[in-house]
Every structure is written in C-alpha cells, then in structure tokens.
C-alpha cells in the first residue's frame, strides 16, 4: 500500500492551467501504475490518466486527450498532471491513486483529492 497526498488544486479561468501533484509514500513506488481520477457534484467518478511504474505506457480518458499531461518522477515519488485549455467542465474534485502492477487489483490506494475549478 502506498499513502497518496494531491496539492495543487484552485481556482482558475477558461483557457487557463494548472498543475497537480501527487505525494506518496511506502515501498516500491516504481511497481505502482499511478491514475488521476476526478468526481464532479452528482456525477460518477470518471478516468482522467494513468501512468505504469516505468513511465513508458501513459493513457488518457477522451475529454483530456491533448490538454492533460501526465508524469511521474520516480526518484522523488510524485506524479504529476498538466491541465491545460481548462475548460469549466473539467471543474471537479481530482483524485490520485495507485495500482499495484504485480498483482490482481484495480486501484486501491486514493488520496483524498483537491479541488478544481474552472470559470466561465
């Protein structure tokens, strides 16, 4: 199990970026493929991104392609999500979490989210 911190979250303007942070702490970080996941008022928890342990296979969920960018610095044990062209229905609360990649579970480490909103 790993312990997730998100920071970065505000208030911004359509059009406008945002950077998101994600701490973790415990073992062997590098073995967890790490997701963003964001909940709006009244709506299901949707996919943002995700990213493997090695960095190398990155997915995004339709509504980012191309906006959002997804990273993690293995050395520090952080990913990271780039949110461009903000736009007010991105506003949500984003969530980081974790998924072991040896073993048979989904995502079963979350933080406890930031919040983000997009003016009109």
């Known amino acids: 199990q790993v312990q997730l911190v998100e920071s970065g979250g505000g208030l911004v303007q359509t059009g406008g970026s945002l950077r998101l942070s994600c701490a973790a702490s415990g073992r062997a970080f590098s073995r967890y493929t790490m997701g963003w996941f964001r909940q709006a008022p009244g709506k299901e928890r949707d996919f943002v991104a995700r990213i493997s342990g090695s960095g190398a296979g990155i997915f995004y969920g339709d509504s980012v392609k191309g906006r959002f960018t997804i990273s993690r610095d293995n050395a520090k044990t952080m990913v990271y999500l780039q949110m461009n062209s903000l736009k007010p229905e991105d506003t949500a609360v984003y969530y980081c979490?974790?998924?072991?990649?040896?073993?048979?579970?989904?995502?079963?480490?979350w933080g406890q989210g930031t919040q983000v909103t997009v003016s009109s």
């Open positions: 979490a974790a998924r072991y990649e040896l073993g048979t579970e989904g995502f079963t480490s």
